[in-house]
């Protein structure tokens, strides 16, 4: 029969208690609180490691959630304006924001120490995530996508699931990295079915999927104001026309936008567009739409379901 290792826990303090004539002779059964408070204890440590540690993929590296293994292991985090810090028993640290370099102040040490490590520290929903290198600060290693604590425990990492592409005849959802989804037309054309191509996607979360731009696509955001803006790219393999309008339909709510009303062009021209003419613009919603909710968009007489925020 199969028990979990908590309930082999409570087994084995329960017949240590019961087999223990000393304890058992003391004081009558006032063993039994001391089970309780024990078996609580070692159930509380079992379900503090048994967990996933949050994880996730950015930069071609692995970053681990601070903010959950501080909490596992029972380390003191104090989160301030843009930083975090944790006392551990091997010593002080101090992560920044968007930012590689850390102090660390070693238990032994004689005072703080400067280090840079391989990528920014990221703050997420929340929690703060450390890239892998920052874990030898702490004695952990990291095997086959699990932490190795110093005393050969263990604790798996936990990634997001990866966003499936879901296709259509004419359209298909895809991810353009770290989770960005986008919505991708097919339109017909003099080259076939798929001669013109309209990609679709959340302004605001481009960053995400290109970081290299991410400071001239925060200065855009900041110009737009209350407006939910989706950011558009048209291209073709030929020569050929492309429709300017879009319908919006989300709960009870539908709106049909076109160019030039609600619809800005960034580069190209309104309708045209070829292989030497790519066209990108802006599709301003108003803030009765909800990007973090379904909605379906119809684009050149093709429909299609898609959530632009997660």
Known sequence: MYLSPCLRGVTFLTLHVLNSKTVLASNGMSSWPKLVVLTWFYCLTLSAVAQDISALKR???????????????????????????????HGILIVFDGSPDVLWQPAAGSGPEDQSFSAPVIVEGGDWYAPEDLLQLFGI???DDALVL??????????????????????????????VP?????????????????????????????????????AFMSDIDRDRPLYFIVTGIQEGMWETSFLFQQGGVSLE???????????????????????????????????????RVTWSGVSAEVTFRR
């Open 141 to 143: 290693g990291l095997v």
């Open 257 to 295: 936008v076109r160019y030039p009303f609600r619809v800005r062009l960034l580069e190209g021209e309104a309708g045209v567009v070829g292989p030497d003419r790519p066209v990108a613009g802006l599709i301003l919603l108003p803030d009765e739409f909800n990007l973090r909710v379904p909605m």
């Open 59 to 89: 930069f071609g590296a692995t970053f681990f959630s601070l903010t959950e293994l501080s909490r596992y292991l029972r380390f003191q985090a104090t989160e301030s304006t843009g930083n975090l810090t944790v006392r551990t028993p």
């Open 182 to 218: 986008a919505l991708r037309y097919y339109a017909p054309g003099s080259a076939g079915p798929e001669t013109i191509s309209l990609l679709l996607v959340d302004l605001g979360l481009l960053a995400l999927a290109y970081p290299e731009q991410q400071q001239q696509l925060d």
């Open 150 to 179: 110093p005393g050969g425990g263990r604790l798996g990492l936990s990634f997001p699931q990866v966003l499936a592409a879901v296709s259509g005849d004419s359209y298909e959802l895809i991810d353009l990295g770290n989770r």
